[in-house]
């Protein structure tokens, strides 16, 4: 058994979902501007809030993984937007679709045998791509979560 491959592929499953709740892709189908725009009493933010969160902190995690040089951005300001709304629907689209394009491209590095998981990042502080790629698994997971219920409250999830 090539131990190497198999986590490889155990980490890439994490990373696109369906094992122990559905892909991303699929959970977020059908979302609304309208909706994700939407103020939830007692909720200090919106889906839109939750998802744009969620796109920013993947992209970071990624320049940290791939960017010798990179500077961290500064915590929250930077990491959570301001606008509660999107400006339109393809907006909300564009999101969804650079979500995808970004959990694809944190497979690709994990998938990459030249990309030695195991490695601390020498601009980091013990960091590893494994760690980074779990951790992006782990807050896809979390958001995502707080996004089917914020659905639910506003019925449009099952």
């Not at 969804?96 to 970004?102: D, N």
């Amino acid at each position: 058994m090539d131990k190497d491959k198999a986590l490889r592929e155990h980490v890439a499953n994490l990373l696109r979902g369906g094992q122990t709740y559905q892909p991303i892709a699929k959970l977020l189908r059908g979302l609304k501007a309208e909706e994700a725009g939407r103020n939830i009493e007692g909720l200090p933010y919106t889906i839109w809030q939750q998802l744009e969160h969620l796109r920013f902190a993947l992209y970071d995690i990624l320049d940290f993984s791939r960017n010798p040089d990179y500077e961290e951005p500064t915590w929250p300001d930077d990491y959570w937007p301001k606008e509660k709304a999107p400006a339109d629907q393809a907006a909300l689209d564009a999101s969804l679709a650079s979500i995808s394009q970004g959990v694809e491209e944190m497979i690709a590095l994990v998938e990459d045998t030249q990309q030695d998981l195991y490695a601390a990042f020498p601009h980091g502080n013990g960091q590893t791509l494994l760690r980074e790629a779990m951790l992006v698994a782990e807050h896809n997971a979390y958001h995502v979560g707080q996004v089917m219920v914020m659905r639910r409250i506003l019925g449009n999830w099952e």
